[in-house]
Antibody, heavy 121, light 113 residues
Framework: QVQLRESGPGLVKPSETLSLTCTVS????????WSWIRQPAGKGLEWIGR???????NYNPSLKSRVTMSVDMSKNQFSLKLTSVTAADAAVYYC???????????????WGQGILVTISS | DIVMTQSPDSLALSLGERATINCKSS????????????LAWYQQKPGQPPKLLIY???TRESGVPDRFSGSGSGTDFTLTINSLQAEDVAVYYC?????????FGQGTKVEIK
């Protein structure tokens, strides 16, 4: 059973770069899209972007200028970098696997437990 | 963007009652080539990540109790919870995957009266 776990600093200073890693266990990172999704405290879900194991990416247009995703096949991990963070970027960040069936569809399952990132000096 | 709007924002029902959650998309998420609605539903309990309940608008994920059902097509969708149980207390989200910029509804909180 595939499991995902987010890791990284829980506190980032304003204007700096948020860096998170998602480790996939119980399955290969190969042949799947992997997404990052965030949830500000008490609010709804926002899709940040996704990456395929060959490095192909799609990003939320509202975050595209600040987001970079990468994948490390050797470690079965993928990562998120978000630059120039502000208080508005404080959230629980989730990684999730995109489920695509017969080349179409894209829902998320499973999800990691999430990591709380606070933006403060 | 495709904007997803859920209603109501919250509802409180007695155990055993039926919960009905609506989700409306700003444009159709029905893909004409395969006649599938590109919509999923998730359940999020406090302190937990979202859990997939339904995809293709009406296909229940394996292991999800059959009191959960999804319906609708085009722009209007419904998640129904028949015979509400205490463990169904959660926030429910719809998500469209029609465009390559996935968006979620704002969530509907379900509580026990």
């Amino acid at each position: 059973q595939v499991q995902l776990r987010e890791s990284g600093p829980g506190l980032v200073k304003p204007s700096e770069t948020l860096s998170l890693t998602c480790t996939v266990s119980g399955g290969s990172i190969d042949n799947h899209y992997w997404s990052w999704i965030r949830q500000p405290a008490g609010k709804g879900l926002e899709w940040i972007g996704r990456i395929y194991n060959n490095g192909n990416t799609n990003y939320n247009p509202s975050l595209k200028s600040r987001v970079t995703m990468s994948v490390d096949m050797s470690k079965n991990q993928f990562s998120l970098k978000l630059t120039s963070v502000t208080a508005a970027d404080a959230a629980v960040y989730y990684c999730a696997r995109d489920v695509i069936v017969a080349g179409t569809g894209d829902w998320f399952d499973p999800w990691g437990q999430g990591i709380l990132v606070t933006i403060s000096s | 963007d495709i904007v997803m709007t859920q209603s109501p924002d919250s509802l409180a029902l007695s155990l055993g009652e039926r919960a009905t959650i609506n989700c409306k998309s700003s444009q159709s998420v029905l893909y004409s080539s395969n006649n599938k609605n590109y919509l999923a539903w998730y359940q999020q309990k406090p302190g937990q990540p979202p859990k997939l309940l339904i995809y293709w608008a009406s296909t229940r994920e394996s292991g999800v109790p059959d009191r959960f059902s999804g319906s609708g097509s085009g722009t209007d969708f419904t998640l129904t919870i028949n015979s509400l149980q205490a463990e169904d207390v959660a926030v429910y989200y719809c998500q469209q995957f029609y465009s390559t910029f996935w968006t979620f509804g704002q969530g509907t909180k379900v509580e026990i009266k």
